[in-house]
């Protein structure tokens, strides 16, 4: 009977044993999936890293003269350059020196320059004018000078851009504008009212969506 016993103890440890290989081998296999995984994923990570390195070193320099053309126009000439980093972290130069310190203007003004020029790169390299730009409060700290600044300059990218909208609380810049529709909110009925209205009858409480600058 005793012998009976051991065995069976045996029999059972071998079991456990071979349950405890099964699953180190289980394991194994996951740990070297999980590896392969980990392998692929820090090459997807250094091929991605070089890409944006030589799209940085290719696409920075021009997207900052764009923006730097458009910092000309909106400023008068008194800033002339913005520059990139790495990060695209925006400096404003004058006279070739970093401005330590911009107003909220200002860094409204080089903001749209960087968006406007990316938005031009991309119109180019599609091989055809867009359909449609979108500019949201774009003017919020901007003197009238600067807003009508603004103005003139998407009128001269009419012929990149079938359409720019201006959504705006900016009741002075409606003069500037082919067509503007006007959106209020109605107490009566808590839904917002949409219609075209003629530029010059504008509230100032009124939001501004022009369409159609320049086009």
């Not at 990570?45 to 070193?57: E, Q, S, Y």
């Not at 021009?62 to 458009?70: K, N, P, T």
């Not at 700290?141 to 009128?155: F, I, K, P, T």
């Amino acid at each position: 009977m005793a012998a009976n016993g051991e065995a069976a103890g045996a029999h059972a440890a071998v079991a456990r044993g071979e349950q405890a290989r099964q699953e180190l081998a289980r394991v194994r296999t996951q740990h070297e999936a999980l590896d392969r995984s980990r392998r692929l994923h820090d090459e997807l990570d250094r091929a991605f890293t070089d890409l944006r390195t030589d799209l940085n070193v290719q696409l920075r320099p021009e997207i900052g003269e764009v923006a730097s053309s458009f910092l000309t126009d909106l400023t008068d000439g008194r800033y002339d350059e913005l520059e990139l980093d790495d990060s695209y972290n925006l400096t404003v130069l004058e006279d070739g020196t970093p401005k330590p310190v911009i107003s909220g203007g200002e860094e409204d003004i080089a903001n749209l320059c960087l968006r406007l020029a990316i938005s031009q790169m991309i119109a180019e390299r599609a091989g055809q004018t867009f359909s449609l730009l979108i500019l949201d409060e774009v003017f919020g700290s901007l003197d009238e000078a600067r807003r009508q600044n603004v103005v003139q300059l998407l009128r001269g990218l009419h012929d990149r851009f079938e359409q720019v909208i201006i959504i705006t609380h900016i009741e002075q810049v409606r003069e500037g504008l082919d067509r503007v529709i006007s959106v209020r909110y109605d107490e009566e009925t808590g839904g917002a009212m949409v219609a075209q209205t003629d530029p010059a009858a504008i509230d100032e409480h009124e939001l501004l969506l022009a369409t159609e600058v320049g086009g």
